[in-house]
T-cell receptor, first 116, second 108 residues
Framework: NAGVMQNPRHLVRRRGQEARLRCSPM?????VYWYRQLPEEGLKFMVY????????ESGMPKERFSAEFPKEGPSILRIQQVVRGDSAAYFC??????????????FGPGTRLTVL | SQQGEEDPQALSIQEGENATMNCSYK?????LQWYRQNSGRGLVHLIL?????REKHSGRLRVTLDTSKKSSSLLITASRAADTASYFC????????FGGGTRLMVKP
């Protein structure tokens, strides 16, 4: 059973460009979470999605950031008009159920975004 | 301030020694989870301890939870060089709320 897959693993963008980060959850998992990690810091929650629904986006900046998890295909985290402060590692996790606090989240290897 | 604060921020020990990392949190929890992150890699789930549990073991790992003090500890016994990594505790709700982590270095 393949784990959580993310691509690309490394992404370089110039300021003002768009970044698209993809996440394929573990087989059978319908709950996806995105986190951001700045250097030397812990992970910060961004958004929680189920298939075709955003459940909680309280950690996501209101502008330039969006996320989706379509019925078919991977979850996408999209950052428009990137700025240097967006440089970070972005991790996706998935879980079998969304029952708060009782389910293990399995993490992907992350996408390291560098904005020049 | 940040929830799930780990202490110490950095720890350096010799192979074979035990490593203890502590985590404090501020709100009521359903459970607490510990993760390991090797440099430049994703997180690996280590252990989940529920709010009604006081201690849990998994191999060389021992986790305790004190809900009255809102704290948890992770003990790694007989450490190995391969244990070198950052360790995070996370309060579990719909999302995980992570602390800043403890960077553990185990010297061979």
């Amino acid at each position: 059973n393949a784990g959580v897959m993310q691509n690309p693993r490394h992404l370089v963008r110039r300021r003002g460009q768009e970044a698209r980060l993809r996440c394929s959850p573990m087989k059978g998992h319908s709950h996806v979470y995105w986190y951001r990690q700045l250097p030397e810091e812990g992970l910060k929650f961004m958004v929680y999605l189920q298939k075709e629904n955003i459940i909680d986006e309280s950690g996501m900046p209101k502008e330039r950031f969006s996320a989706e998890f379509p019925k078919e295909g991977p979850s996408i985290l999209r950052i428009q008009q990137v700025v240097r402060g967006d440089s970070a590692a972005y991790f996706c996790a998935s879980s079998l159920t969304g029952r708060g606090g009782t389910d293990t989240q399995y993490f992907g290897p992350g996408t390291r975004l560098t904005v020049l | 301030s940040q929830q799930g604060e780990e202490d110490p921020q950095a720890l350096s020990i010799q192979e074979g020694e035990n490593a203890t990392m502590n985590c404090s949190y501020k709100t009521s929890i359903n459970n607490l989870q510990w993760y390991r992150q090797n440099s430049g890699r994703g997180l690996v789930h280590l252990i989940l301890i529920r709010s009604n549990e006081r201690e849990k073991h998994s191999g060389r790992l021992r986790v305790t939870l004190d809900t009255s003090k809102k704290s948890s500890s992770l003990l790694i016994t007989a450490s190995r060089a391969a244990d070198t990594a950052s360790y995070f505790c996370a309060e579990a709700g719909n999302m995980l709320t992570f602390g800043g982590g403890t960077r553990l270095m185990v010297k061979p």
